[in-house]
């Protein structure tokens, strides 16, 4: 709070419903002409939020086949990036971009033994996660994807279910778009906390190029994320991208963080309901 007769800041700390019924007084003037300054807090929390949003894999930026953020995620092979080499070079070059994240979505069967269990996939380039992503941070047992190696890291849940530890051999299955069923066997190197329960029992993520075998695409992404090193050019930087990239990929479009982070958006309106409530 700020005390309006001697202008010094005091804090209080009480719940809602005694906020709700509270008088605050200064506790040096004992003034009754006190304001709530939640104007710091909310910038922060908002910003963590955000924060979250953009390192939680959506990046600043998003490229990804113009037709691919239209359609449900069981389509984005379909819609997929080619000359995915080509487009991270020309990303990388601009001074603008600090990490480029491509990816390469997809589901399949995994199994363990005798159980075999549906999973969603995504194939990442492990260094540039480890860069510009939260997601290897989630492990809490073994360790993240080392590049060039034939490793998995899957959900707590399907961990579980697949009574799978670190160290085990997965052989994952899946059907190419051209309609072939391919198999590769990979090793566990990693169980991840994934925070969402029906997420977790079906998160895997392994290698860019494991999943590009496995999936018989080379040289494809299904969406290319870019972190950049000023948040605030977003709209600049990606419609200076955009032009780069029209030449080498027709069919490649951009969205920034904040058109596809739905969940964001939903606490955030959630969030200005409480400050608001409590008097912000």
């Not at 579980?160 to 997965?170: I, N, P, R, W």
């Not at 977003?234 to 479009?253: F, H, K, N």
């Not at 920034?256 to 912000?280: D, H, R, T």
Request: glycine share 8%.
């Amino acid at each position: 709070f700020l005390c309006e007769t001697c202008k010094k800041p005091f804090e209080l700390v009480m719940t809602i419903s005694e906020r709700e019924k509270a008088k605050p007084t200064c506790p040096k003037c004992k003034g009754t002409k006190v304001v709530p300054q939640f104007g710091g807090f909310m910038a922060q929390t908002f910003q963590g939020l955000r924060d979250n949003a953009v390192r939680g894999g959506l990046g600043h930026l998003q490229f990804a086949h113009t037709r691919s953020f239209d359609h449900s995620a069981d389509t984005t092979l379909e819609y997929a990036l080619t000359n995915t080499a080509g487009i991270a070079a020309v990303l990388a070059q601009d001074p603008e971009v600090a990490v480029v994240m491509p990816r390469v979505e997809f589901f399949g069967l995994v199994t363990a033994g005798t159980r075999s269990l549906p999973f969603m996939g995504q194939g990442v380039d492990a260094l540039a996660e480890a860069r510009g992503s939260n997601i290897p941070a989630s492990i809490h047992t073994g360790k993240w994807l080392t590049p060039g190696r034939r490793e998995v890291v899957i959900g707590h849940g399907l961990a579980q279910a697949l009574s799978a530890e670190v160290g085990d051999t997965l052989t994952l299955l899946a059907t190419s778009p051209a309609g072939t069923l391919n198999a590769v066997d990979a090793e566990v190197a990693g169980i991840a906390d994934v925070m969402v329960k029906e997420l977790s029992d079906r998160y895997l993520a392994t290698s860019l190029a494991l999943a590009q075998e496995l999936l018989d695409v080379p040289d494809v992404a299904t969406k290319i994320s870019v972190m950049l090193r000023e948040p605030a050019h977003e709209t600049e930087t990606g419609a200076r991208l955009m032009r780069a990239l029209l030449p080498l990929s027709p069919d490649i479009a951009v969205k920034p963080w904040n058109e596809l982070a739905v969940f964001y958006a939903q606490v955030k309106m959630l969030y200005i309901g409480i400050f608001s409530f409590m008097g912000a």
